[in-house]
């Protein structure tokens, strides 16, 4: 409006620094370089409680919308909303069915309609609060309605923690094809607090783990190394292995985005185990979850590779055993 910014009295500058300490101590930042579009993704145990902080030092956001499923929001509501309006910030909550059908032309519509009603303008920031169902759903709305919101991602599960929270892919699903309508629209921030993790069936924990494995097996033998030897660490959910594990995996997909952000070439690698993976979740009609189907897919393409002479027997035996455990 043409004034002068009011300076922070003493009083609040020093609460503000004080935030940003125990900001910086309560989780580690990786950075996915985009230019412009460049954001932090915040990995740490309790990290959710400082949502509407984060928000009000990075975005003007003036409104919020939150995408859910009812039974995370009555979890996890009651941390949401209090540090959001702290904020300034009042929430529209927009609740959805769990699981894929959700991820839908018509449910996106359905969303849009309440945003719209609500009166959601160019001023709102997206919020998805979920797992990677919740997150397409989330950035292809974020993405598309009144042509691109501010997004953040708040994933509850190991999956979008290490995977499909952070890169900007956002998809809703078609009667022909799984992920076929879709957006690549950025998140302006991730916060992956593994606290959730503990709420998490231990089929989702498994899940997860399928894809922590992937990047082991086409992205780095370390990690790979690392899950053997902390398997049971990360079935127990045990937080500074769970926090070591996603910030390892978020660093190795944010290089890999940095590198290819569309997927031309580089980030290809990151679908392995998905050609055959995703036609199996449509085979199986829900009874499979995106990771046990991808974990079935990485088994299926490591033994082609192995027909081929690209891989060796003993990698592929060394991939199977570690599913198994997982």
Request: aromatic letters at 4%; glycine letters at 10%.
């Amino acid at each position: 409006d043409g004034r002068d910014a009011v300076p922070m009295s003493p009083v609040e500058q020093l609460a503000d620094d004080v935030l940003a300490a125990v900001a910086a101590q309560a989780g580690d930042t990786v950075t996915v370089d985009l230019g412009d579009r460049t954001y932090p993704v915040r990995i740490g145990a309790g990290i959710l409680d400082l949502l509407g902080w984060e928000i009000r030092r990075t975005l003007p956001a003036a409104q919020a919308v939150i995408l859910t499923h009812p039974r995370l929001w009555r979890r996890f509501g009651v941390r949401v909303e209090p540090v959001l309006a702290a904020a300034g910030l009042a929430a529209l909550v927009v609740s959805v069915p769990e699981g894929e059908g959700s991820k839908s032309l018509r449910r996106a519509s359905a969303v849009f309609d309440r945003m719209a009603t609500a009166g959601i303008d160019r001023t709102a920031v997206v919020i998805g609060l979920g797992g990677g169902v919740i997150g397409d759903l989330a950035g292809y709305v974020a993405g598309t309605y009144m042509r691109g919101l501010a997004l953040i991602h708040l994933p509850t599960t190991l999956l979008a923690q290490v995977d499909s929270a952070i890169g900007g892919k956002a998809a809703v699903n078609h009667p022909r094809a799984k992920n076929l309508i879709g957006v690549f629209h950025q998140p302006a921030m991730v916060m992956a607090d593994v606290e959730t993790l503990k709420a998490l069936p231990m089929r989702e924990v498994r899940s997860g783990l399928a894809e922590v494995i992937k990047y082991g097996m086409a992205c780095d033998a370390e990690l790979l190394a690392y899950v053997e030897e902390r398997m049971d660490a990360l079935l127990r959910r045990e937080v500074d292995a769970l926090r070591k594990c996603v910030r390892w995996c978020a660093s190795i997909k944010a290089r890999i985005v940095h590198e290819d952000e569309r997927e031309r070439g580089p980030r290809r690698l990151l679908n392995y185990g998905h050609t055959v993976g995703h036609a199996l979740e449509i085979l199986a009609g829900g009874s499979l979850t995106h990771g046990e189907a991808i974990a079935i897919g990485m088994n299926v393409e490591a033994r082609i590779a192995w027909r081929l002479g690209l891989a060796a027997e003993e990698v592929v035996r060394r991939q199977e055993a570690l599913l198994r455990r997982a």
